[in-house]
């Protein structure tokens, strides 16, 4: 400044470069003096220092300079605005430094009114140091009011309300109001100025005002305008490049054409510059607004970071805030990727425009506006000098152009050859200087602004002329050095630091829920908005720039150290909540695709099980995402974590069955198939495990000799404590259900777990639990079909044998009981006589069961009896299901086997010898293959048929599968044989034996009888807790021990029902009430009856299934011989093909 205040100063100035230097060393005395201000730590930490001084330097000697200088050091750290005072003082040492500082501010106030600063760094610093320009002039010992007559005063005014907050620091913000305000105090001449200081702070601005500030500042009122702005220069952008890339790939093309695709080009990268600047500006900007207007509803335990952070932004604001972030990344990435495809354009471009203005605009200025001003003529001849590339140019050198300037002749523009040289720095500078020196004349005291045409002989179209071609000039230093201005402007660092508020609150660090970065990540998790999910990365390129500051320009390791360990679990909970988001949307697709469109039709609101599309292609894709220098392959992250997940699901699945009965596997089987559709829909984005292979992992059924998986072993832990003593079989349903009076079973909580380990959605699990419930209440066909399908031909087996083996216990358990019982019994029992009428029948029947004192006997023999039945029972259940199953397979298989079925249900093949189709299908294929000389493998066609080979062997195998209803009853009467002299003793004579009383058909007919007796009772509920398999059970041992004719002809109710109708027959002949014999007996005939119903049903189904061809008393002669029945030679008896235990 005391350099271009001297009168006899042998340049002119100062310069452009000048006035920026001088802004930006003043910009930085503001900055410290507001830290200054602000920290508190400084003053106290040298208070600390200056204490221990003291208590250590009173052996030294000669301190007393020491101490003057800590004094003095006191005084500056604790007076405010130290720094700008000591400036002001020294400043106005030199004479004549108030016209410095009104063309300083004269060029601020023109520079922010015009966007002269194509950066956004730029123009905060001018609207930083402004107010303490105006201070320093206003305070003026000479004319302050002189600032007046070149910028009116109500151009600051509004530019002081328009930008009512400045970002300082990251995390500290400036208030020029509050700046002019707080500085009356320390410049009383400025105190005059009203109308400045009645300005008010942000906090004292009046709620109406404030709110018109929070639209002004707050992204999410511009995210439209943004938005669209975004989507028309990435359109224009991409149109520029691809003409670009047209033209480069042209050999010969147009000049003219050329010209106009990099001019294009051109204006294209300076559109992405502006806007780019203006996006980063209005975050930092609102920044700055929200420290400045904390969250005044938080509560007064929070810090106050989170008062001005976390608590400080709504959620509209923090996805409008992810929004810009991610537009001006993938703006500045998609600018910074053509750097070198664009350089040529730009300065070949720039070139142009140099020359155009130096060889033929000041070549036209010379000739007219400046041809009689030598003074003038020869600066416009130095730029011309300097600047002009006449190695290009095709038409007239200097001296002929010099010459022709005094010929006064009309010239031709000059025509020049297109290159790509960019003039340099200095060039660019000089240019500047000598257009302002030209404009100026180097009269600092010039009224009006830089280019202001009051007392200026410069006509006002040349000198439109040179104010356009001054700001191109200021815009072509931050083209040429591209990557520097796009890194400038994209980086977004600022938003992590705060260490102002670190030291404020007195802490090492903020939890990762304050940190700002990661609050938009986690906006972006939580929002609805699926199509905001692409911009999930954007945020982290937030800590990139952070520790790119803190490592280069901050030169702090412990702050990169900080911002390394945030994002190290930043990352980590990322992806594992970013799997469960992917996870919970696949599960939701699959759900809802695999809800019943019955279910749907007959829904009222059937859109909320729609599930919207998530863009989760990209994201699935991502195989290198630059994290602090490393690069991470996202999608191996997301296989991993989708992995453990879909175990962790299994997991739960089958720990969720295992707490529940039997009829929940219709539920399991459900929750697996929505978990398997899902895997399938995952599949096609993302390599994951093999879903068969994580479920036999999670059954432990891996081992190729393993065969009870777990979920074999819990259905039959499941059937052993549950199933079989506390359910009850309703014969006409065909359904097991829960039985009232039940032993109590203890099993673990139902386990919880998120949506997404169900169907993903609360309504989908509603949807899908409403159809769980249909199948809660029983056990039944649905059920039987889940097992076969979940437990499959591996497990199913050994469930198989381990039903049949608890047949043969239960039948070794009740040897002893039964023994027990036939030892109360009478050693003959006769028919019940006719003429004892029914009441005296059932009063005999008493008398011979003399089982009073076996009450708990018998019950454990009908319990015993009732498990049979229901294994049985689940047997036959089984059987239906495999039947079924086997003839959907054989429908599937049969054409390519070859085979059709038979008239008596055997399996025919369809042609005579030779191969099947599928066999002969690959043999034709490898021998032409073979003969063909282009095939490159052969081999592999062989292996092939020879592989289409072993699988036809392998189902042809497979197709003739037995019965397992025929096969249980075999083992059932297998282990009956060794005690079939206990319980069916053969008649001595040879004839039946109508007296016998130890064979089991009346031990059960015994049983049978009490607890029908009992049923008629009302109060008693023996028959429903017993159900239908008490018959399954008994009749069959009777069947199986060949005493079905002994039972159906000396079973007590069958007697007793036969005593019944002739009587009530004779009481109908002798016209008497036909109620009468009968009359207090109708509850209980009814319920024989409905006995010999169901028994007359049982024996035919075993007639059916397992005819006795080997077993005595089959038939009965009428003279009452037993009657071996024939056994034929063409039927297999399951008799020789049974395995035996322990054979």
């Known amino acids: 400044m005391q350099r271009f205040s001297r009168p006899e100063r042998r340049i002119n100035g100062p310069t452009i470069s000048h006035l ?111 107010p303490v320009l105006v201070v320093l002039v206003t305070s003026s010992e000479k004319d302050s009011e002189s600032l007046y007559k070149r910028v009116k005063i109500n151009r600051l005014i509004n530019i002081f309300k328009n930008e009512a907050v400045i970002p300082a620091f990251p995390d500290l913000h400036l208030s020029p109001a509050a700046i002019l305000k707080e500085l009356t105090t320390y410049f009383p001449k400025f105190s005059s100025q009203t109308r400045l200081l009645t300005l008010p702070a942000p906090h004292e601005l009046p709620p109406r005002e404030a709110q018109e500030y929070q639209r002004h500042y707050l992204i999410v009122s511009h995210i439209g305008a943004i938005r669209a702005e975004h989507d028309d220069f990435t359109i224009r952008f991409a149109s520029a490049m ?5 033209l480069k790939s042209t050999d010969g093309s147009d000049v003219d054409w050329s010209k106009e695709v990099k001019g294009n080009m051109y204006d294209m990268i300076v559109e992405g510059f502006q806007l780019l600047s203006r996006w980063s500006a209005r975050i930092w900007e609102q920044c700055a607004w929200k420290f400045s207007r904390p969250c005044k509803d938080a509560s007064p335990s929070f810090s106050d970071y989170e008062k001005v952070v976390r608590y400080n932004y709504s959620a509209e604001e923090r996805k409008a805030l992810v929004e810009l972030v991610s537009y001006i990344k993938s703006v500045g990435s998609m600018m910074q990727r053509c750097d070198t495809l664009v350089a040529d354009a730009l300065w070949e471009t720039i070139h142009a425009e140099v020359q155009d203005f130096v060889q033929n605009t000041l070549a036209s200025m010379l000739r007219t506006t400046f041809r009689k001003k030598k003074d003038l003529s020869r600066i416009l001849s130095d730029m011309r000098t300097l600047s002009a590339d006449w190695m290009a140019n095709t038409n007239k050198s200097e001296s002929e152009l010099q010459s022709s300037q005094h010929g006064g002749e009309e010239s031709k523009a000059n025509i020049f050859y297109p290159r790509a040289v960019a003039p340099t720095a200095a060039q660019v500078h000089c240019l500047q200087f000598l257009i302002y020196e030209v404009v100026s004349g180097g009269n600092l005291r010039r009224p009006g602004g830089l280019f202001g045409n009051s007392g200026s002989e410069i006509p006002v179209n040349d000198l439109k002329q040179l104010e356009t071609f001054f700001y191109k000039l200021g815009f072509f230093l931050h083209i040429l050095d591209y990557s520097v201005t796009v890194a400038t402007l994209t980086d977004l660092g600022f938003l992590w630091f705060r260490e102002f508020y670190l030291e404020s609150s007195r802490v090492i660090q903020f939890p990762i829920e304050c940190s700002l970065p990661w609050m938009l990540v986690d906006c972006v998790l939580e929002s609805p908005n699926s199509g905001l999910l692409e911009s999930v990365l954007m945020p982290f390129d937030i800590y990139n720039d952070s520790a790119e500051q803190a490592l280069v ?71 290198r995402v630059k994290l602090l220098g490393r690069m991470i392959n996202l999608r191996s992250l997301i296989t991993e974590r989708i992995n453990k997940v879909f175990r962790e699901n299994i997991e739960f699945l089958f720990d969720r069955f295992e707490c529940q009965d039997l009829c929940a596997i219709v539920e399991l089987e459900k929750l697996l198939d929505v978990l398997k559709h899902s895997h399938e829909l995952l599949s096609r984005d993302l390599s994951v495990d093999s879903f068969s292979l994580m479920l036999n992992e999670m059954q432990e059924n891996i081992s190729l000799v393993s065969f009870s998986s777990r979920l074999a072993s819990q259905i039959w832990s499941e059937m052993q404590s549950d199933f079989l003593p506390n359910f009850i079989l309703c014969n006409t349903t065909q359904r097991f259900i829960r039985s009232s009076k039940t032993v109590p079973v203890q099993k673990p909580s139902i386990p919880s777990a998120k949506p997404s380990f169900y169907c993903g959605t609360q309504d989908l699990n509603s949807a899908h639990q409403s159809f769980a419930r249909l199948h809660s209440g029983f056990f039944g066909i649905p059920h ?19 039903l049949l083996d608890h047949i043969s216990n239960k039948i070794t358990l009740l040897e002893p009981m039964i023994t027990g019982l036939q030892e109360s019994m009478p050693k003959s029992i006769g028919l019940l006589p006719f003429d004892g009428g029914m009441t005296g029948c059932v009063r005999l029947v008493k008398e011979h069961l003399n089982w009073e004192t076996k009450s708990e006997l018998k019950a454990e023999v009908l319990h015993g009896i009732k498990e049979i039945g229901s294994v049985l029972y689940w047997m036959g259940l089984l059987d239906i299901v495999l ?35 599928v066999v002969s299908l690959f043999k034709s294929t490898a021998a032409a293959m073979v003969s063909y000389p282009g095939c490159p493998s ?51 004579t040879g004839f039946i034996d109508i007296t016998i009383s130890k064979d089991f058909y009346r031990i059960y007919s015994g049983l049978q009888i009490g607890y029908l007796e009992e049923s008629a009772q009302v109060t008693s509920n023996s028959p429903e807790r017993l159900g239908d398999s008490v018959a399954w059970g008994g009749c069959t041992i009777i069947y199986l021990l060949g005493q079905q004719l002994h039972f159906e002809l000396f079973d007590f109710s069958y007697q007793i029902l036969n005593i019944a109708e002739v009587e009530a027959a004779s009481v109908v002949q002798t016209h008497k009430n036909s109620h009468f014999g009968v009359q207090g007996w109708e509850a209980l005939l009814e319920a024989m009856k409905k006995a010999r119903r169901l028994n007359n049903h049982v024996f035919s189904m075993l007639k059916a299934r397992c005819p006795l061809e080997e077993k005595t008393a089959c038939a009965i002669k009428q003279s009452g011989a037993p009657l071996h029945r024939i056994r034929f030679e063409n039927t297999v008896s399951a008799f020789e093909t049974l395995p035996q235990k322990g054979a």
């Open 883 to 917: 039947r079924e199953t086997d003839t959907m397979n054989f429908m599937q298989t049969a054409p390519w086997l070859g085979l059709l079925p038979g008239a008596d249900g055997q399996i025919l093949p369809s042609q005579d010898g030779g191969d099947s189709p």
């Open 20 to 130: 920026w230097s001088m802004l930006r060393l003043l910009d930085v005395l503001v900055q410290l003096d507001h830290l200054k201000n602000a920290k508190a730590s400084i003053p106290n930490d040298f208070s600390w220092y200056k204490r221990t001084f003291t208590q250590v330097s009173g052996q030294w000697q000669d301190t007393d300079s020491m101490r003057e200088e800590l004094d003095d050091l006191q005084i500056f750290l604790s007076t405010r605005w130290a720094i700008l005072l000591n400036l002001h003082v020294e400043m106005f040492r030199v004479n004549n430094v108030e016209d410095i500082l009104q063309v300083l501010i004269v060029f601020v106030v023109e520079s922010l009114e015009l966007d002269f600063a194509l950066l956004f760094p730029e123009r905060h610093i001018l609207l930083r140091v402004l």
């Open 938 to 988: 052969p081999t592999s066609f062989h292996i092939m048929s020879k592989q289409a080979e072993a699988a036809d062997l392998l189902y042809k195998a497979n197709l003739n599968t037995g019965s397992v209803l025929e096969y249980a009853l075999a083992f059932t009467s297998a282990a009956l044989d060794k005690y079939c002299s206990k319980w069916s003793a053969a008649p001595k």
């Open 553 to 623: 320009l901050l030169k702090q390791r412990f702050l990169y150290d900080e911002i390394e360990a945030e994002v190290d679990h930043c990352f980590d909970i990322f992806v594992s909540r970013l799997c469960e988001t992917i996870f919970t949307y696949y599960k939701s697709w699959a759900a809802s695709e695999l809800l019943d469109p019955t279910f749907l039709f007959a829904s009222d609101n059937a859109e909320k099980y729609a599930v919207q599309p998530m863009r989760l292609n990209m994201l699935l894709k991502m195989t």
């Open 784 to 802: 039987m079909f889940s097992i076969v399908r979940l437990l499959g031909s591996r497990s199913l087996p050994w469930l198989i044998r381990a």
């Open 242 to 246: 691809n003409q670009l890339l047209l």
